[in-house]
């Protein structure tokens, strides 16, 4: 059983993920965080509970950070909505928030489990991931892994080379690649192939019930909503992707590349520049004495078909407990 902590910034396809960690049998999920970044910290807290409330998961939830380290507050309203979750209706949260500010949350989790166990999982900007390791270093010694969602070595969806969770806080991810841990980056190279097509949504729409309803209310929200914003030909089920490859790792393949954050360019803020291993001559960063680290595993294709199994078995399975519960 794999243990990991979400942290999110829900966000329509936030909330698919936190529903496929809930649903699958393959996963405990610690808890959920939350960071500012599709919108405010008040509204994407008040969509985690809402969304935990709505589907019967019961884990802890706590609150995070409300700004980035360093830049200017960026914020998606523009895609998610005046709530962050427009679209299917969402009831009031049923349990209160955890008493502890997610940075405290995700370090008590990771210090109380043995080493090894946890996996960390941002899906919104990093900030809360580089707090907990600033306050507690020793967690990256004892985290599994980290497995974020962000970055791009080919395009950005919020300049022509940064993507939004790694543009809405850029120092916070460069602590995080910097760091001595086993970093997953599922950038929009990966994330662009999860496409919620037609075929997935009538494999969503035979689970039938409400948590079935929701997920096809989010993609037809997002899909009415993108068509406006920009061509796409089906709503891109971006984080999710990561809960998948803790799943089941064979679900993407990877490449190993160093990985840094751009801090400085005036039109390239928030890139990451992946300089991969296997990159004839072996670009070097800096001087030719600097050698790339190498570290991290960068997410190449996408088995869809493994993909689309891994997002309508939890959805299934959270509905058939959902209704022993009822
Ligand atoms: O760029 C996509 C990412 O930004 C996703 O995590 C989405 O939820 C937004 O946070
Ligand atoms: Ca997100």
Known sequence: ????????????????AILLAAGSPDVELLGITT?????????????????????????????????PLVGPQVLAKEVHGETGLDGPPLPEAAFDLDERHAVDFIID???????????????????????????????????????VMGGSFTRGNVTPTSEFNVYADPEAAEVVFRAPWNVTMVGLDLTHQALATRELQDRVRAVGGPISEFVLGVWEWV????????????????????????????VFTVEKADVRVEL???????????????????????????QGDYRTDVAMTLDWPRFADLIT?????????RKGQS
Not at 117 to 137: C, D, H, S, W, Y
Not at 268 to 283: H, I, L, Q, Y
């Open 1 to 16: 059983m794999k243990k990991i902590i979400l942290d999110c910034d829900p966000g329509h396809d936030d909330a698919i």
């Open 35 to 67: 960071v500012a970044g599709n919108h405010t910290i008040d509204n994407v807290t008040r969509n985690a509970l809402s969304v935990c409330a709505a589907y019967g998961i019961e884990v802890p939830v706590a609150r995070g950070a409300a700004w």
């Open 109 to 147: 989790t990771v210090m109380a489990h043995e080493p090894g166990t946890v996996t960390l999982v941002p899906v919104g900007p990093f900030t809360n991931i580089a707090l907990a390791l600033r306050k507690e270093p020793r967690i990256a010694e004892r985290v599994e892994s980290v497995v």
């Open 223 to 250: 899909a009415t909503r993108f068509e406006s914003l920009q061509q796409i030909e089906a709503p891109v089920v971006h984080d999710a992707c990561c809960v998948a490859a803790v799943i089941d790792p064979t």
């Open 264 to 290: 400085t360019g005036t039109w390239t803020r928030g890139m990451t520049v992946a300089n991969f291993e296997s990159a004839p001559g072996k670009n070097h960063f800096g001087s030719a004495t600097e």
């Open 313 to 321: 078995d939890a959805l299934q399975h959270l509905t058939r407990v």
